[in-house]
């Protein structure tokens, strides 16, 4: 008797052990759990709040941007040597300003880097288009349009010239001058017989939209690419893989189009694509490396020209000015960068398109320039993508890295 109450002792001590160590168990999974479930809340938090930084420090990196642009103090010209652009941040056809260029304070553990791209400095596709009517009109009237080119035509066969510099075939604008035809005829109706290259005047013959009953044309400012995706959509002209190789010299500019590039701020091959002589255009290169280059500076310039003389460049003088009207800027920001490798981080990016005015304003007994900058886009996305290593030297500029802008 006593031997079995020693015995049923022991199995109660056993269970209770075996009970403890079951609580044990559960209490330790219990608190590791909830340690896991605290240091996981931890670091969701500190990524969201990394994360709110990135986006705040990139959105930053725009109104600096737009403060640039706003600066500008010459409403005549504009140039990489004004306020807008930094000297010490100019690389290629890119205004860069790293860390803020001193303008602001930059945290420590965290980098930002600006770009304003001039949009005037690019071909713009719309241009391609007959501005009216007549002008449409007399393009078709022409046996041979290089023979004396009307001004869409002269920016068409620029395009032509851009495209065949980046390897993509110059015939190619035919398939678009071909759209723009297509979308006339919609609008106009179909040019009469006698304008298909017997050199005779060509009449339109009545609208066909408006020949129908309660059916008014659209305005023809609603007749324009709004970006460069959407080129894609033209019949044999480009493919998506070509967008990236042309997205540094050709933009899609809305409506109000400005009808010049800027000499200043344009590319060698834009330059050499619209003015054809490449003595003046290393001459226009080398002056405004000096001071910005004026209208009438670079009409003297092009008068001196030979290819003036060049029916297919005899629009030239028209084509290229002095001013933008248009900037693209983008920033990358990136925060929480380790350290020891300098590596790291969370990292976002914006990208905004802005037209920019000259707004006179009346001050006591002079008048003072200002600037209206209207927003056209907006855009923001993950990643550094100013920081990305560049794709090479063969015409991929920096701008071609992020998806198309939208105007």
């Known amino acids: 008797m006593h031997r079995w109450g020693e015995h049923k002792r022991d199995n109660e001590r056993g269970a209770a052990l075996l009970l403890a160590i079951a609580v044990v168990a559960l209490l330790t999974i219990t608190v590791s759990e909830f340690f896991f479930s605290a240091e996981v809340d931890s670091r969701m938090a500190r990524n969201s709040v990394h994360s709110l930084q990135a986006s705040l420090l990139a959105r930053s990196g725009i109104a600096i941007g737009e403060a640039l642009l706003a600066k500008d103090e010459d409403p005549v010209t504009d140039s990489f040597l004004e306020e807008w652009c930094p000297a010490q941040a100019r690389e290629g056809m890119a205004c860069q300003i790293e860390d803020g260029a001193g303008l602001v304070q930059i945290p420590e553990g965290m980098r930002l880097r600006v770009e304003i791209w001039d949009e005037s400095a690019k071909i713009n596709v719309n241009l391609t288009r007959p501005q009216n009517q007549n002008e449409w009109r007399l393009g078709n009237m022409a046996a041979d349009p290089r023979s004396a080119p009307q001004r869409y035509q002269s920016w068409l066969f620029a395009l032509g010239r851009v495209l065949q510099a980046r390897g993509i075939g110059e015939d190619l604008i ?38 129908t009953p309660g059916a008014t044309p659209p305005p023809l400012t609603t007749l324009y690419f709004s970006s460069l995706d959407e080129l894609v959509a033209v019949n044999g002209f480009l493919r998506s893989s070509d967008l990236p190789r042309i997205r540094s010299v050709v933009t899609a500019i809305g409506w109000p189009f400005q009808a010049q590039i800027n000499a200043n701020t344009a590319s060698r091959e834009v330059l050499q694509a619209i003015i054809g002589d490449s003595e003046v255009v290393e001459t226009l290169i080398a002056e405004r490396q000096n001071q910005p280059l004026t209208a009438a500076t670079v009409v003297t310039m092009l008068n001196s020209s030979g290819t003036l003389q060049d029916p297919q460049y005899r629009n030239s003088r028209v084509m290229v000015g002095a001013r ?22 969370v990292s976002r990016s914006a990208e905004m398109v802005v037209r920019r005015e000259p707004r006179p304003v009346q001050q006591g007994a002079g008048t003072l320039h200002r600037w209206k900058l ?21 015409g991929e500029a920096s701008g071609e890295r992020s998806s198309d802008v939208r105007f």
């Open 174 to 211: 035919l398939a678009l001058d071909q759209y723009w035809s297509q979308l006339y005829e919609v609008y106009f109706g179909p040019l009469s017989p006698a304008g298909s290259g017997s050199g005779a005047a060509a009449t339109p013959t009545p609208p066909s939209l408006a020949a």
């Open 324 to 345: 933008s009207n248009v900037f693209w800027i983008r920033a990358s920001a990136v925060v929480n960068i380790d350290p020891v490798t300098g590596m790291g981080g």
């Open 374 to 394: 209207t927003r056209l886009y907006w855009q923001k996305s993950g990643g550094a993508i100013l920081f990305r290593p560049d794709p090479g030297d063969s």
